[in-house]
């Protein structure tokens, strides 16, 4: 595999969560003046009451994807995006690059996700959450579905869950059948998600998204958005990241052509690099 199509993979399996911002939040260190939720259903009213009901919301922003290390050939590349969401579960992000404003499309809805790369040739995509349990190439670890852990929270708890409070945080924990381990961390005082994490059977975290910058969409002031949001990729050897810092979120009432444009996944006929995700994170070419 040449150098540049690796950068691509390393790009582009990087949308694979989604949704990244400017400065990460970065996460105290001090105790908070507020005390934790005593369980569950507190918890859960606590969110609801902070960020409001998830809606339909769409914005305009910067993306950075960057790589750093000293085995592969590290980058750093900024494009204009536009982004949408549309609950439950539907997300949807269109790339600028070189003067094309749909380069890059980027998808999730519900069932599945896909990233399509025009100017590289490159289509990818699996089911939603698959690549969770880590089996090669770091990057694919990147899921689409991380915006979702703030975005519709109070939808992704289940009953198995269970709520810690370190003195700092409350941490929502909940483990899949792979043995992959998420910690939500929520501030207690204005009880908004700062940070998730993912972590391996080892207790090895692989992946982390910070969000911050926590403001009310602009046309509807109960539904509190984060306009800056980070992902990072934890691998010893080098450091892949993705920020977006969003300019404007504002709500949006989509149309059926709207939600059938944006949220259904595009064939990927004329890709010469095409490729499924499997679920143990293995890439089966098409």
Known sequence: MNKHFHKTYLVFGFF???????CAARLKTEPFKCGG???LSQSLSAIRSSVGDSQPVKANGV??????GETKESFDESFAVKFWHNPPGRLSLFGEVLF???????????????VCSKHMSLYYWGNSGAGRKFTGNNFW?????VILETAELDSLIADSDK???DGI???????????????VFIEPCSYLVEKVEYSDFTGSVFLSASFGDYQNVSDCKEYKFPHKISIQNHNGVESVGMEIEFSKVSSWQPSEAQLDLLFTRPEPAGFENVFKVANDGRLISQ
Do not use: M
């Not at 694979?16 to 400017?22: I, K, S």
């Not at 670890?141 to 579905?145: A, E, Q």
């Not at 945080?169 to 910690?183: A, C, Y």
């Open 169 to 183: 945080f409350d941490i929502l924990i909940s483990e899949d059948k792979d043995g992959v381990v998420k910690k």
């Open 16 to 22: 694979c969560v989604l949704f990244f911002a400017g």
């Open 37 to 39: 939720k005593g369980g």
């Open 141 to 145: 670890n990147i899921r689409p579905d």
């Open 63 to 68: 993306c950075r994807v960057f790589s750093t």
């Open 163 to 165: 709520i810690v409070n």
């Open 100 to 114: 094309d404003p749909q380069a890059i499309f980027f998808g999730v809805n519900g069932p599945e996700f896909w």
